[in-house]
């Protein structure tokens, strides 16, 4: 169910936006102005793009309760602090995306998404923090 609601709101976002990422990216540089220049050498995007479905695969499977979701983001949480995101900016990027699809979807952001997102944000927080 919950897990319904979010895949719901991604579907929408997809209708909605060919390409969400410069969207989600702005919010994340807006928070985090810091982390713009790690992306200096992706000229084409296709990082971004690419770190973007990675995101959005990794909360999937969280929602889904795959066994193996909270260990592949703890990883990510790892190999991004040796690029120099500090642990606790990690998550901010699933943040970007919910406020980032919250604005397109507006008046479609029902209160059962956000209460979806909200517990979303609250585990995948937990599971990048986890040791
Ligand atoms: C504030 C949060 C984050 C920042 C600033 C950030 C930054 C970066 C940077 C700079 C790269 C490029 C590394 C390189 O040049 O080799 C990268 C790659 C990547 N990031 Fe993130 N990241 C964040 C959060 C996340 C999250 C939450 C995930 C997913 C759980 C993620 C998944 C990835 C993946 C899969 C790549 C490799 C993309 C590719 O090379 O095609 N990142 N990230």
Redesign the pocket.
């Known amino acids: 169910m919950a897990g319904n609601a979010i895949s719901q709101s991604l579907e929408r976002v997809a209708e909605l936006c060919a390409d969400p990422a410069p969207l989600v990216y702005a919010r994340?540089f807006e928070a985090?102005p810091g982390?713009a220049a790690?992306?200096v050498?992706?000229v084409s995007g296709?990082?971004r793009g690419?770190?973007l479905a990675?995101?959005i695969d990794?909360l999937l499977d969280l929602t889904d309760d795959s066994p193996i979701a909270a260990t592949?983001?703890q990883a990510?949480r790892v190999n991004?602090e040796n690029?120099g995101?500090p642990p606790d900016?990690?998550?901010?990027?699933?943040g970007a995306m919910a406020d980032t699809f919250r604005d397109l979807l507006g008046a479609e952001w029902t209160p059962q998404i956000d209460a979806a997102w909200a517990a979303l944000l609250e585990r995948l927080t937990a599971a990048?923090a986890a040791a």
């Open positions: 994340l985090h982390m790690l992306f050498r992706d296709a990082v690419h770190m990675t995101a990794n592949l983001i990510e991004h690029l995101v900016v990690f998550p901010a990027f699933f990048a």
